[in-house]
């Protein structure tokens, strides 16, 4: 059973916007989401976006000023709103989180939701 459940990947047009949500499934009470990862056929899986502690958002270059990171503290959700979409951001979008640290500060990751661009 997934932990950490993604939402909102879906085909669209160069140009174009989506919104991805990751939230938890409630079953480990203190997993937080915290970050957004990408993995293109035949590439490694990179960072898109990271929440900070303090909740400021960190990105990859390659997204910067087209992609927000977000997060609601109370649903536990984080979000990436991705705009002006091109075919290089193709790629399943994973989820990652962790627990805290008096629960050992496990890491768990979500199934991914693929987001298609066509070029």
């Known amino acids: 059973q997934a932990h950490l459940v993604e939402s909102g990947g879906d085909l669209v047009q160069p140009g174009g916007s989506l919104r991805l949500s990751c939230s938890t499934s409630?079953?480990?009470?203190?997993?937080?989401?915290t970050s957004w990862y990408r993995q293109a056929p035949g590439k490694q899986r990179e960072l898109v976006a990271a929440?900070?502690?303090?909740?400021?958002?960190t990105y990859t270059d390659s997204v910067k000023g087209r992609f927000t990171a977000s997060r609601d503290y109370a649903k536990k959700t984080i979000y990436l709103q991705m705009n002006s979409l091109k075919p290089e951001d193709a790629a399943i979008y994973y989820c990652y989180g962790v627990t805290g640290l008096s629960s050992g500060g496990q890491a768990y990751w979500g199934r991914g939701t693929e987001v298609i661009v066509p070029s």
């Open positions: 929440i900070l502690r303090d909740g400021s958002p």
């Open positions: 409630g079953i480990i009470p203190d997993l937080t989401p």
